[in-house]
């Protein structure tokens, strides 16, 4: 919160107070398989249905066809060593339907290309390969621990 003060509002002047909404939304991947046109967001607890619309109409000129939320309860958990109970907070999660004509797919943001997992085999296969070399080295030695030899 901001420690300045403002001047008090007087008839006629310009209003010199800016609100802004403690509202904050966050895509997530969806659990469950959903239709393309359904988005899924963790919102803040605070946002009704109609304030999520409004936000993704107004700031992301998204049109919006339908918005259900629920409320998910969050997990509880008790301490190994003390025994006390601890709760997650509690997160509102928000299904938007996009119209029929709009599809939706969770962006990937780190693609695996199959030039990299041929680049892993290889230096699984090599690291076997050494491994391998250090036990044959060691065969001859069996009282010798494995980390003594050069």
């Not at 008090?8 to 398989?33: A, C, D, S, T």
């Not at 700031?59 to 958990?77: C, M």
């Amino acid at each position: 919160m901001s420690t300045r003060w403002y001047p008090i509002y007087q008839k006629g002047n310009p209003q010199l107070r800016v609100f802004l909404p403690n509202f904050w939304m966050k895509l997530i991947r969806p659990v469950h398989e959903q239709p393309k046109n359904v988005v899924q967001f963790s919102c803040s607890l605070e946002m009704t249905k109609y304030d999520v619309q409004n936000y993704l109409e107004k700031i992301y000129n998204i049109p919006v066809k339908e918005v259900r939320t629920r409320i998910e309860s969050g997990k509880t958990t008790q301490d190994p060593n003390f025994g006390y109970i601890k709760k997650a907070d509690d997160v509102k999660i928000a299904y938007v339907t996009l119209p029929r004509d709009m599809t939706f797919e969770f962006p990937d943001i780190f693609p695996k290309e199959k030039k990299d997992k041929i680049k892993d085999e290889k230096s699984l296969d090599e690291a076997k390969k050494n491994y391998k070399k250090f036990l044959d080295r060691n065969k001859s030695r069996p009282s010798v621990p494995g980390w003594y030899s050069i």
